[in-house]
Structures are given as C-alpha cells and as structure tokens.
C-alpha cells in the first residue's frame, strides 16, 4: 500500500481521469521571475548563494564506490578500509577523498525514474520527465536558480548567472532556458580549448573590439528593439552576446581562467579538475555566477569495468578534483569569517547507478541500474559526516530511505532540496508558456507515479 503523502496515482491513471492536451514548442513572450506564483506557502532554507553541481555522466557504480559492497568480484587493489563504523570505502579509488568526509553527507537511497542515458540525463538536469512534446519548453534548473537571482545581482555583477563546464558527449544534451529568455541560458565553458579566448588582455585588442561592438550594435538596433514574438530569437542571441562582452571587459575575468600549474596538478591534471578550479574560481569571485553545472563523463561502464581505463581512470579523476574543491571551499573564508563551502551547496551524482551483484560475464562490466545509486552532498548547510539511507547487502534495492519518508529519493527531491538551499520557492507555477500548459518548478506528475516532493531535511541535521 502506497503512502498517502508520497504517492498517490500513477501518472497514466491521471490521464484516464482527464484528458491533458499540450501545444506545439514556438516562439514565447519574455516571462520573468514575476509572473511565478505558488501554490502555497513554503519557507524555503535559504542556506547557500551558490550551487556546484558534478554530474557523473554515463552513472557511476555505487556499489564500488560509495555505497561499497564488497564480494568476489572486488579486486583486491581497492583497498577496502572501514573509515568509520559500519562505513567500508575503497580507499585505493578515492583515498583523498576519505580526508574530506567529515565535509559530505553520502545519500545511499537515491533512485532513478530511467535507465535510459538520453532520458535519464534530461531528467537529472531538468527534474522533469522528457516529454517530447515539451522537450524545448521546459528549462534546466539551472536556468530557474538564473531567472530567480536575477533580481538579487549587484550592479557590479558581470559574469554569466548559469555557467556550465564541458557538458560534451552527453546524450541528452546541455539544456537550455526552454521557454524563459536565454538570458537565463547556460554560459558553456569548454576547458580543453584555450581558456586565454575568454580574456582580452591587449589594451589595443580592448579598444578594436568595443569599436566593433558598437558598430554591430548600431547596425542591428531596430532588431534588438523590436518586442515582436518574431525577433525573440535574435533577442536571444543578443543576450548571449552581451552577456559574452561584460565577461571580456571585466578585468577580474583574466583570474579565474588563469589556471596555475602547481593547481592544476593538484586537482588532478584533467580536464574535470581543471572545470572545479574553475567552479571553485567563479565562487570565490562573487561576480554574478550562481549555478554552476560541471560534466565529467566516462562512467558508462558496461564492458571491463576493472579495467584500468575505466573505473580506476575516472576514480583517478574524480579523488583529487572533488577533494581538493571540497578542501579549498572549506578553507577559503569572506570577510564575515564564514567559508566559502558554507555558502555553496555541491552535489555530486550520476543519472543511475549499475548492476548489482556479479559483473556481467562476457563483457566484465555492469549495466545500466535505476533502483538504487548513491549521491554526494556538501556545503550550503549540509552536516558532514553522514551517510544517509541504506541498500540491500547486493546493492539492488533501497531498504531505508533514511530521510522518514516510505520511498526512494528522487530527482524532484534533490532539485527541490536546491531550491530550498538558493531561497526559492519550489512550489511556484508560470502560466502562458507556449504549450498552455502551466510550467511548475518541481511537477507533482513524476515519470511514473504522483510524488509529494520535499526537501531532503536530514542533510541539514
């Protein structure tokens, strides 16, 4: 039997019950922070001004890393130390990592809505289910924290409110601000091209380029001016450019991409640890950036999974970069004597987790799994030191969701634990979106059941 406050129907008993028609993705009016409601009133946490979030494309094997479930297919080099009673950890993938538990809260009793790449990335960045006709509406979480600050930015503020970093090779995509202004787009960031392009440093080069500017600006005035539903697509472009040109002309830009190489080697020589220096950058800076979405891809492991290519490679990866972010933000201070890390929410997780048990034989691999994987949680608030839920002993089935609520935590619940963190309202809807069809920041119409989403309370102690 379901529990009433967490599920109620499934989402084709909804559409039995009455019908839902949804229009065609076109052209929308500008719509802004105002024009959302709730639906009643929440408090949200307000704990954190910023949020790191380290996606773990491809989904990352739970039962290998941090919900550890040591059998016959554990090879002996992953080091298997109890950290701290009842914790096992493989301290020959992540033994910096082991340093910066007492920062991080481990949630065991995560569960996905897909196993699908495509779908179950889209869901991860979105916290809605991929609905084809609704695909190119629906904005990114990102994009909603980027509309929602908008109207906190200081007038000093120059950098991009959404940044991501290296979302290539993912199937579903880097989402976009769907039917919001591209204003509230992610500013993507690749960090194997030369990281010099985003900064102008000759004061000839300076000069040449706002002549320029200002010419293109006089050229295109009236398309820039012109409100019509038909010129939204060159507004959004010229958002995107303005955007592009306050990041050039502010001198303190040249920093944060200025990456030494005494840090880069401490944060692990990569492309993913050269992206948290960046995050870590961007934060530090205080200068406009509040949601940053970083991409560390690889994690799809369904051949040789013990290979050293693979796990061991993003494990190699993954320890020095997310350690040495942790470890930075929680030693780095404002002048109000708080840290960095207090202020900044990180999230660390895949789209699922893999196969539990045996590997596959044959390939050696695990394949994709939605029923249980695990996420890591940090700063914004968060009490380190926890691990919260708890898996069956094979790692296949969520047996205490550790958070006093009878179902798995999903995406809805995550997204809404951000919001609440960033001081949002995660109950709010926007009307006259494109379809018709009201835009609610968290759906109560999950991908196959209706959920009561909520903030994951226990993080937070």
């Known amino acids: 039997m379901p529990h009433l406050l967490d599920n109620y129907i499934t989402r084709r008993q909804a559409f039995r019950a009455g019908a ?41 094997s739970h039962l290998d890393t941090w919900d550890l479930k040591e059998g016959k297919w554990t090879p002996p080099n992953f080091d298997v130390r109890e950290v701290q009673p009842g914790v096992k950890w493989p301290m020959g993938l992540y033994p910096k990592l082991s340093r910066q538990l007492h920062r991080t809260a481990i949630v065991r009793s995560l569960e996905a809505w897909d196993s699908v790449h495509g779908r179950a990335q889209y869901y991860v960045q979105s916290a809605h289910s991929l609905n084809p006709s609704l695909h190119k509406e ?15 930015r200081k007038p000093s503020d ?12 993912n199937q579903s995509g880097l989402l976009k601000s769907g039917f919001l202004p591209a204003l509230y787009s992610p500013f993507h960031i690749q960090t194997e091209t030369d990281l010099n392009a985003y900064v102008v440093d000759d004061e000839q080069e300076k000069r040449d380029f706002q002549r320029r500017w200002a010419l293109l600006k006089d050229f295109d005035a009236r398309l820039r001016n012109d409100p019509s539903l038909q010129a939204k697509a060159f507004r959004d472009y010229n958002d995107h450019y303005e955007s592009a040109v306050k990041l050039l002309a ?23 640890g050269d992206a948290c220096l960046i995050a870590r ?18 994690w799809d492991h369904h051949q040789r999974i013990y290979e050293d290519r693979n796990i061991y490679h993003q494990s190699r990866e993954l320890d020095p970069a997310l350690s040495s972010l942790l470890e930075d933000l929680g030693t780095r201070k404002r002048a109000n004597g708080s840290t960095l890390l207090d202020e900044t929410l990180i999230v660390t997780m895949g789209e699922f987790g893999r196969t539990p048990g045996n590997i596959t ?12 994987f695990t996420g890591l949680f940090a700063g914004g608030g968060v009490k380190g030191g926890q691990i919260i839920g708890k898996t069956s002993d094979d790692g296949g089935k969520v047996v205490d969701s550790g958070w006093g609520v009878k179902r798995s935590i999903y ?28 835009f609610y920041y968290i759906e109560p119409f999950a991908s196959q059941k209706m959920i009561v989403s909520r903030e994951i309370e226990p993080l937070f102690g």
């Open 20 to 60: 839902t028609s949804v229009a065609g993705y076109w052209l929308s009016p500008l719509l802004n922070a105002q024009a959302a409601k709730p639906a009643e009133r929440t408090k949200p946490r307000n704990s954190a001004r910023f949020v790191i979030f380290l996606m773990l494309d491809g989904g990352q």
């Open 138 to 152: 629906i904005p990114s979480v990102g994009s909603v924290v980027a509309m929602e600050w908008q109207q906190r």
């Open 281 to 298: 950058n961007l934060v530090e800076a205080d200068s406009g950036t509040h949601f940053i979405f970083v991409l560390h891809d690889g």
């Open 250 to 272: 502010d001198p303190r830009t040249a920093p944060l991409f200025q990456l030494s190489m005494e840090e880069k080697t401490r944060y692990g020589t990569s492309s993913f």
């Open 411 to 438: 995406m809805e619940d995550i997204a809404t634990t951000i919001y609440s963190a960033m001081g949002i309202d995660w109950r709010k809807t926007v009307k006259g979106t494109p379809s018709g069809r009201d």
């Open 361 to 372: 034989e044959g390939l050696k691999g695990r394949d994709h799994y939605q029923y249980a």
């Open 158 to 169: 120059s950098l991009p409110s959404y940044v991501a970093l290296n979302v290539v090779g």
